[in-house]
């Protein structure tokens, strides 16, 4: 191996190093279910290593469902000391990855999941983050609007309005329930993302501002549609992943330890 070869594989080292959290490997990942009336709705537990109680974080997957790339999104948080609980929201109702339609019944599955924490010893279910990304952020903006536990709200490149509404609504609204939220919210999105995904974040961030609530918003430069699970991610947006994932996991354990 060539001295140029061996300084590019170790600096590949050292940056895999890095973008693995520190808390990662005492990760433990366990199978649960709840219900919403006669439907039974699979979730993942994840517990960071140390003794509980732990914080928790309430994850809303993507409109492409459950799958290895939400299970790194999960995993990021957990290696900062949060404990996750991730509802597969699609398989229970034989809804297939990427669907156009957003199905209202699957609002009450995410958001029992909230109750199912309270029969779990290993965290706090008094108080919870929601982290949604994608269409996972409305369901996000819901819970915050109806729900007591939530303590704050993170989006990753959210979707800001119903995603069935009419197409005035689309481009030119958000959702109403942004006007109910009295929680810090983190809005998390790429530079290069959707213009208009990036302009319904921006409408609900000065939405939130105007009222005086906490919020904040992390535009990263150089930052494609999803960046954080693309399979062809340039340098910049691993290190976005990265940084998101440190900062939103501060963002949230300090609302949770208000």
């Known amino acids: 191996m060539s001295k140029r070869a061996a300084r590019i ?9 890095w973008l693995l959290p520190a808390g990662a490997a005492g990760t433990t990942v366990r199978d649960l279910s709840y219900r919403n009336g006669d439907l039974e709705i699979g979730a993942k537990l994840y517990l960071p290593a140390g003794r509980g109680p732990h914080p928790v974080v309430l994850y809303v997957h993507a ?42 019944a699957t609002e009450k599955d995410v958001e029992l999941a909230i109750d199912a924490l309270k029969n779990i010893p290993e965290v706090r279910a008094d108080r919870i983050c929601v982290a949604g990304f994608s269409r996972g952020g409305y369901h996000a903006v819901l819970l915050a609007a109806r729900r007591s536990e939530v303590a704050c709200v993170v989006t990753w490149y959210g979707h800001m309005v119903n995603p069935n509404a ?27 993302e959707q213009e208009l995904r990036r302009t319904g974040i921006r409408r609900a961030y000065y939405a939130l501002l ?43 354990k300090a609302a949770l330890s208000r």
């Open 9 to 17: 594989h170790c600096l590949g080292l050292l940056l895999a190093a």
């Open 63 to 104: 409109r492409r469902g459950w799958d290895e790339e939400a299970d790194a999104q999960v995993r990021r948080f957990v290696g900062h000391g949060l404990a996750v609980i991730a509802p597969d929201y699609h398989s229970s109702r034989f809804i297939p990855a990427w669907p156009i339609e957003h199905d209202p």
């Open 166 to 192: 009419p197409e005035p609504w689309q481009v030119y609204r958000y959702a109403p329930e942004i006007d109910r939220i009295k929680v810090p919210v983190m809005f998390i999105v790429g530079e290069e």
């Open 210 to 252: 105007r009222r005086g609530v906490p919020v904040e918003i992390l535009m990263y430069p150089h930052a494609r549609r999803a960046f954080d699970f693309r399979q062809d991610q340039r340098e910049e947006e691993k290190l976005a992943t990265v940084d998101a994932a440190r900062r939103a996991s501060a963002f949230m």
